[in-house]
């Protein structure tokens, strides 16, 4: 298996543009997350998925922020209009089981200007 | 608000000693516990994974369990430069998603 795959590994874009983050979660995994990292607030859970269904989005910062998965197969997180405090690496990760061990990606570096 | 508590460091340990990480967490009804592994830049990866109180071995890997206490802790024996990254704990609550801790930043000194 591939893995959970990530893309794209890097973006630089000006503040106010439209940003979106894809993932495909490892096949057959039901469960997807997306989770943002800095410096100063760690690992933050934004938001999961049970069978491409939201569960749990209240991690989500604010308005600007919207994550979709329209099959079992791929998932996109949007920023729109972006901002320099959106800056941070962004991972993915599936599960078989929300129990289970999460498998992550390996990262979006998202630099807003 | 769930809250995981880790130590960030730097711990520095000398090479083929014990290194000992600990972690505390806020919510009883936690029943996942996991142990990830980051190297700088990269993705975290699953050390180890525990679910009952205890002891839970998995090579040099030693995860332990006290749920009254709330606590849980890794260690790594016979460390091994490999070994330096920052180690991130994380705590599963019934349905909810992983609490992570902001992890302790491991130095394996040769």
């Known amino acids: 298996d591939a893995g959970v795959i990530q893309s794209p590994r890097h973006e630089v874009t000006e503040m106010g543009q439209e940003v979106t983050l894809r993932c495909k979660p490892i096949s057959g995994h039901d469960y997807l997350f997306w989770y943002r990292q800095t410096m100063m607030r760690g690992l933050e859970l934004l938001i999961y998925?049970?069978?491409?269904?939201?569960?749990?989005d209240s991690g989500m910062p604010e308005d600007r922020f919207s994550a979709k998965m329209p099959n079992a197969s791929f998932s996109t997180l949007k920023i729109q209009p972006s901002e320099p405090r959106d800056s941070a690496v962004y991972f993915c990760?599936?599960?078989?089981?929300?129990?289970?061990?999460?498998?992550f990606g390996p990262g979006t570096r998202l630099t807003v200007l | 608000q769930k809250e995981v508590e880790q130590n960030s460091g730097p711990l520095s340990v000398p090479e083929g000693a014990i290194a000992s990480l600990n972690c505390t967490y806020s919510?009883?009804?936690?029943?996942?516990f996991f142990w990830y592994r980051q190297y700088s830049g990269k993705s975290p990866e699953l050390i180890m994974s525990?679910?009952?109180?205890g002891d839970k071995e998995d090579g040099r890997f030693t995860a332990q369990l006290n749920k009254a206490s709330q606590y849980v802790s890794l260690l790594i024996r016979d460390s091994q430069p490999s070994d330096s990254a920052t180690y991130l704990c994380a705590v599963l609550e019934r349905a909810d998603g992983l609490t992570f801790g902001k992890g302790t930043h491991l130095i394996i000194q040769p």
């Open positions: 998925f049970n069978n491409n269904v939201p569960i749990d």
């Open positions: 919510d009883r009804g936690s029943q996942s």
């Open positions: 990760a599936s599960s078989f089981l929300v129990r289970n061990e999460q498998f």
């Open positions: 525990i679910y009952s109180n």
